[in-house]
């Protein structure tokens, strides 16, 4: 019912875009608000706090660092007042504050190969603010007051539902065109290549179709992702080579990529996780432990083959990585559930060897109390 | 005003009266049957919603302080957020892993830090024990704690909640009590 809400709300504020507010060239531009804006960007600041006080927020510095070095590279005349922020999140979801706070979902880093198709993300975002979408739209419906007063109606106090949060802060359609056209500008001026802004929404698409699900409310407002990839294909088709930063990505991303499958695996979220790992092109994006998450999420999903097939990955990562302990145990407990007890006591004795502070050691012990041999009767 | 309106307006109100959908637990009432499935004692002083018949929710401060809810339900009823179904054969790890991803598969929750997570029993049987804590939405820290369990006939879980200052450990050897006391038939 809420996001139906919010959903009126967003189509109530999908007009025309508003043509006398210009947007601003640089960030002494912002200094000086009008009291509407001000309003707005007011509501915003009390967002960010609520998000923070939330525990919302991941504060690795390295992280916010680089993320923040890509926005300063899309968008340097607006250094230091653009302030991108990582969300602890998995949807696939990005958003932008009428004050320049950007808020980028780890489940989003995840999903891409380089800091190209993230790039277009962020470029698409930082446009939101540079153009002042926020308020076009609130003076669309009139009154910022009001806007303000539905944003804080729908928002501060539901901090937990941060799709729909995210969505509040949606733009029209046109906006979010608008959006698209600018951050491609951005991007190729960045020296980006542009070629991967159409890898980005094939990402989002192939994530879309996994999960079996409409586009994210998040997108609602947003052109259709087809259509978009049509139209970042079109823009892009004769474009020159840019930085594509592969490596630099993989590289500063690897502990939140890890820790992002581990999130998924804990949400029973096994599709995204069968989506990038049973690639073999992205499993390479992955150190040899990728396996065992693999082998969980055909566990996990349990159709007709997947047990085999999970046994199958904890085995190879079994050679390849023998001080990994998850796999010990998941095997080791694949293998007690079929009653190979013979097999699965050493596996499991095994991990908590290796992970002696197990979390989930008492279920262990229970398990390998019962794998004892039953005293024979007098 | 007509015997007829008159007997209308009496008949509404003795259904509301019916209605109040909160009694205080006495030692009279304390022992709560549900469909020949189990039974369980509830807290002498605590406030039982009576509207729903299929579950068991308590207060004793009030729902935003302290609650505790029983849950019993069949195996092919969906979880609300990871729409996965529950088997009489899940281990109880596994059971734990479920419900541990339900509640990471909604935004107030996900970001919960595991307390404890270890076995324990249920009426007698091999149950689940899940202690975790996270921040709601105002950024007050709330503990929850369930126990829950598997078997033929389905799931059924008791889950207390409350804020972790103050709150949760005072009414915690209430439910433990009240866990202690299932007894399946």
Redesign the interface.
């Known amino acids: 019912m809420k996001r139906l809400v919010i959903g009126a709300l967003v189509a109530a504020l999908a007009l025309p875009v508003q043509a006398d507010i210009t947007p601003w060239a640089n960030a002494a531009e912002t200094r000086e608000l009008a009291s509407d804006e001000k309003s707005l960007w007011q509501e915003a600041d009390e967002f960010d706090q609520?998000l923070a006080?939330?525990?919302?927020i991941n504060p690795d510095p390295a992280l916010t660092a680089y993320l923040q070095g890509i926005m300063d590279r899309l968008y340097p005349e607006f250094k230091g007042r653009i302030h991108v922020h990582l969300l602890?999140?998995?949807h696939i979801n990005a958003f932008a504050l009428p004050n320049g706070s950007v808020y980028v979902n780890a489940g989003l880093i995840a999903r891409f190969q380089n800091e190209a198709q993230l790039a277009t993300v962020m470029a698409h975002e930082g446009a939101h603010f540079t153009h002042r979408h926020s308020l076009q739209q609130a003076e669309q419906v009139k009154n910022a007051a009001a806007f303000a007063l539905v944003i804080a109606m729908l928002g501060v106090?539901?901090?937990?539902?941060?799709?729909a949060l995210s969505s509040m802060f949606g733009y029209s359609r046109e906006h979010e065109r608008e959006a698209d056209e600018i951050g491609y500008q951005r991007l190729v001026a960045a020296g980006y290549d542009p070629r991967e802004s159409v890898h980005t929404f094939e990402h989002l698409l192939a994530d879309i179709k996994a999960e079996d699900i409409q586009e994210p409310f998040f997108f609602a407002s947003h052109p259709r992702l087809q259509e978009r990839i049509d139209n970042f294909s079109a823009l892009s088709k004769d474009a020159n080579n840019g930085e594509i930063a592969r490596e630099r990505y993989l590289d500063t991303t690897a502990a939140l990529r890890l820790a992002s499958l581990e999130?998924d695996l804990?949400?029973?979220?096994y599709k995204q996780l069968i989506l990038v790992l049973a690639d073999p092109g992205r499993r390479r994006e992955y150190p040899p432990e990728a396996a065992y998450y693999l082998g969980e999420a055909y566990r996990q999903r349990g159709e007709t083959g997947d047990l085999e097939r999970a046994e199958h990955e904890y085995r190879s990562v079994l050679e390849t990585a023998p001080q990994f302990a998850p796999p010990q145990r998941a095997l080791g407990?694949l293998l007690?559930?079929r009653g190979d007890q013979a097999l699965a006591a050493p596996l499991l004795r095994r991990y908590l060897e290796l992970a002696p502070d197990a979390?989930?050691r008492?279920?262990i012990e229970?398990?390998l109390k019962n794998l004892k041999p039953k005293e024979p009767a007098p | 005003m007509t015997v007829r309106h008159a007997l209308v307006l009496g008949l509404m109100l003795i259904s509301l009266a019916a209605c109040t959908p909160w009694a205080r637990v006495d030692s009279a009432s304390r022992l709560e049957t549900k469909a020949s499935d189990y039974t369980v004692e509830l807290p002498v002083g605590w406030v039982k919603h009576t509207a729903n018949t299929s579950d068991i929710f308590i207060t004793r401060d009030g729902p935003a302080l302290n609650y505790i809810v029983v849950n019993r339900q069949p195996h092919d009823v969906k979880l609300p957020h990871t729409k996965r179904i529950t088997r009489a054969d899940m281990l109880p790890h596994e059971l734990a892993e479920l419900t541990l991803a339900e509640w990471k598969s909604t935004d107030a929750t996900a970001n919960l830090e595991v307390l404890a997570n270890t076995p324990t029993t249920l009426g007698g049987q091999p149950a689940v024990r899940l202690h975790i804590r996270y921040k709601n939405e105002r950024g007050l820290p709330i503990e929850r704690l369930l126990i829950g369990m598997v078997d033929a006939k389905g799931r059924l879980s008791l889950q207390y909640e409350a804020p972790a200052i103050v709150y949760f450990q005072r009414s915690q050897a209430d439910f433990e009590a009240m866990a202690a006391s299932v007894r399946l038939q």
């Open positions: 609520a006080h939330a525990g919302k602890n999140a998995q106090p539901l901090v937990g539902d941060l799709v999130a804990a949400a029973y979220r407990l007690y559930k979390p989930d008492g279920y229970h398990y």
